[in-house]
């Protein structure tokens, strides 16, 4: 069964034993999954019907972004997040690519900055307007042509700002400069040829000086991106990684995959040593892939399957047996995938610590799903939230390229405590790109503190500003704009 997190390494039931207290007394044992109402979904949207195993959807506080079905070329969609209910059939669509679009991905740093890739080869990036996407866009901010064949996946570096890495059906892994003044670039700054085929998945460490690949050919690897050296590399018998994920800074990675026998499971690796895992779970004979999730700040994993409605999940402890199951999440409705809400972009008022956007195909239907811990409390639990990576870069691309690594740069979720903070960044030109007006695009903030100085009314930020004019730009609470959190509930607060 599931639930026994029995590693095989270990023989004794003593191990079995000792985790039960712990398991007891953790504060995350009694997370549920609330999936959003009717209302609160995003209805008729035509979700692609690619046979990759790929999220699909992208979220971030302002916008949801969903691969859709269509005819010639490929396209996906750009929604507002509180764009909820019946969405458009001809809503406009990003429809620059000449083949199916197989990957989304938005800038941490941008929430007006998306990259996709595509069959057609090409990684392109766009500039999504401020008020979203009102008619097709075709044109792209950048377009990136290295890869010779259709380009599966994209990932952005994890804290440095415009690096953005992509793998494709040509077995490499190219690392991008957006910050450079081409609007096509040819030339990745680092090609990494150690796949002999395609790869399934890739996972950065939390400074991003390693990142962690599943491929085809049954090896998981381990990878520094500067030097582009092989660090480590798996090639377990009894285990068939599909996906992989570096659990943040837990010295330890995590695959799903198959057994030999063909049984869905999951595996644990050291990541200094991945000769053999230190723990494999058989989870059952289902045969949809297994989306892992991980959450650094509670140490939570959700395993999600594809095409099942459940998603099962577990804490992460650095002792043995390093992986405790609290419970699953059953749904009628399937997954096809899965989209996740940066943490910036959870209510944190109703202890909410993660935040699914579910792509339930048979329905055409995008379904919000949150996870919460129960708390009688009605004030922030600070316990439950610390410091996490926020929306700034740690690094500028030319720092990053020059050898450096650094940490992301942490923000408190706390209601209105990043307000001051966001003014000064105003101050100094939006953050540490060069390229200030793409960098951190945010009209609201600049003119809602540009207002908030005419009124002096800096400190009335936590009880959302009481003006007309303040309104309608939407106060800053985390940094973000509130309404981005809760859609609005009065016609004149949208």
């Not at 064949?149 to 952005?156: D, K, N, P």
Request: glycine residues 6%.
């Amino acid at each position: 069964t599931h639930c026994s997190a029995s590693p095989c390494a270990s023989d004794d039931s003593l191990d079995r034993m000792t985790w039960r207290p712990q398991y007891r007394s953790s504060k995350f044992r009694h997370v549920f999954g609330k999936a959003a109402t009717k209302e609160s979904c995003y209805d008729g949207v035509p979700i692609t019907r690619s046979v990759q195993d790929n999220n699909f959807c992208a979220v971030n506080p302002r916008f949801l972004a969903v691969i859709t079905e269509c005819a010639g070329g490929g396209a996906f969609l750009v929604l507002s997040v509180h764009h909820t209910g019946k969405v458009d059939p001809h809503h406009p669509r990003v429809s620059g690519h000449r083949g199916n679009v197989l990957d989304v991905k938005w800038n941490p740093f941008n929430d007006y900055c998306i990259a996709s890739c595509s069959e057609d080869t090409t990684v392109k990036v766009w500039e999504i307007p401020p008020h979203g996407v009102f008619k097709n866009l075709t044109v792209p901010w950048k377009e990136l042509q290295g890869h010779s064949r259709r380009v599966g996946l994209i990932e952005w570096h994890p804290t440095a700002n415009n690096i953005l890495f992509s793998t494709a059906y040509d077995y490499q892994v190219m690392i991008w400069n957006l910050d450079c003044p081409e609007q096509v670039v040819k030339n990745p700054v680092r090609t990494i040829s150690h796949h002999t085929d395609v790869i399934l998945s890739m996972s950065f460490n939390t400074d991003g000086s390693l990142f962690a690949t599943s491929c085809k050919d049954r090896k998981v690897r381990l990878i520094e991106p500067h030097s582009g050296n092989l660090l480590q590399e798996a090639n377990c018998k009894t285990h068939k990684a599909s996906k992989v994920l570096i659990l943040g800074n837990m010295k330890m990675l995590l695959t799903t995959g198959t057994s030999r026998w063909n049984d869905r499971q999951i595996a644990l690796w050291d990541q200094d040593d991945l000769s053999v895992p230190l723990l494999q779970e058989n989870l059952d004979g289902s045969s949809g892939v297994l989306f892992p999730f991980y959450d650094p700040d509670t140490h939570m994993l959700y395993i999600a399957g594809k095409g099942d409605g459940n998603i099962r999940y577990y804490e992460v402890s650095s002792e043995k047996p390093y992986i405790h199951y609290l419970t699953e999440y059953r749904s009628h409705l399937p997954q096809k995938g899965m989209g996740v809400m940066p943490k910036r972009g959870l209510d944190v008022s109703s202890c909410e610590v993660f935040r699914f956007y579910k792509l339930v195909t048979i329905k055409s239907l995008i379904e919000p799903l949150s996870m919460i811990v129960p708390r009688r409390s009605e004030s922030y639990q600070e316990d439950i939230y610390p410091m996490t990576a926020g929306n700034k870069p740690a690094l500028t691309a030319e720092e990053w390229l020059s050898g450096i690594n650094k940490g992301p740069v942490l923000m408190s979720l706390k209601p209105g405590s990043q307000v001051a903070e966001s003014y000064s960044e105003m101050s100094k030109g939006l953050g540490n790109s060069r390229d200030t007006r793409r960098s951190q695009s945010r009209p609201n903030m600049l003119q809602l503190a540009y207002i908030q100085d005419q009124l002096g009314t800096k400190d009335s930020k936590e009880d959302g500003g009481n003006t007309e004019d303040d309104r309608s730009r939407t106060p800053v609470s985390n940094g973000e704009d509130l309404a981005l959190c809760s859609p609005p509930s009065t016609e004149n607060e949208v």
